[in-house]
């Protein structure tokens, strides 16, 4: 498995903050596929975006950032 089969995902929490974390493709589709309200903006390849603009995606949804 290389890196470019890696995704971006955003987790997503009640308190309204959120989690940025790199995960397979296997790994995301399942994350996807266990959360009914997961949205296409909360996953990205790794090579069409880097941390920081997940980050901000997340604020632009109205989420904080928790790195916890």
Do not use: C
Not at 3 to 18: G, K, P
Not at 31 to 38: G, L, R, Y
Not at 42 to 51: F, G, K, L, S, Y
């Amino acid at each position: 498995m290389g890196e470019e089969d890696n995704y971006w995902i955003i987790e997503l929490y009640n308190d309204e903050t959120a989690n940025v974390s790199i995960m397979s493709e296997a790994e995301a589709e399942a994350v996807k596929k266990m959360n009914d309200d997961f949205e296409d903006w909360q996953m990205e390849p790794v090579q069409n975006a880097d941390e920081d603009d997940m980050i901000e995606r997340a604020e632009d949804h109205g989420f904080e950032h928790d790195p916890w």
